[in-house]
């Protein structure tokens, strides 16, 4: 085989390879607004998962926080609990919610104070070395949808 086919194939099965991985996608990220001096904050979005398996958030980090937490919201005999979770697996061809009372993004030990207007980098790091930014909007309450298209590279939802 020649040098330029073996390049040829090389690329092919580069971009084969991108292609196999599939895409995340993220909608209408967004941080609920706390009191200024708020220990931590929560961060929502919908995740969904175009790919024939599963991906699965290992952790999450931003430059405003101290640290983030995958967290689980429970309800058992009436009392809401929260615990922090390791990863959270997004099924194949599926979607997990990370809403009020669900799954969500604990923000802990704010740079500064936010307010409704400000906006949230986050980073997704996925198994397998995927990293995704998503800016998330400071808001009282979820308002708008916004739809992102995510994949290896480092992309935006605003």
């Known amino acids: 085989m020649s040098m330029r086919s073996i390049l040829a194939l090389s690329l092919l099965a580069l971009a084969w390879s991108s292609l196999a991985l599939g895409d995340v996608t993220v909608e209408s990220p ?38 983030v937490e995958i ?5 058992h005999n009436g009392t809401a609990s929260m615990e922090a979770q390791d990863s959270l697996s997004i ?5 997990v919610s990370l809403a009020p009372n669900g799954h969500h993004l604990m923000l ?5 104070p936010l307010k409704v207007g400000d906006t949230v980098d986050l980073f997704l ?17 979820a ?16």
């Open 30 to 67: 967004w941080v609920r607004e706390a009191p200024p001096h708020a220990e931590a904050l929560a961060a929502y979005m919908v995740l969904k998962n175009s790919n024939s398996t599963v991906e699965v958030l290992q952790k999450v980090t931003s430059p405003a926080f101290k640290q």
């Open 71 to 75: 967290h689980q919201t429970s309800i």
């Open 91 to 95: 099924p194949a061809n599926g979607k």
């Open 108 to 112: 802990i030990g704010a740079a500064h």
């Open 125 to 141: 790091h996925f198994q397998g070395g995927k990293t995704v930014e998503v800016h998330a909007p400071v808001r009282k309450d």
């Open 143 to 158: 308002e708008t949808t916004t739809t992102t298209k995510l994949s290896d590279e480092h992309h935006h939802a605003d």
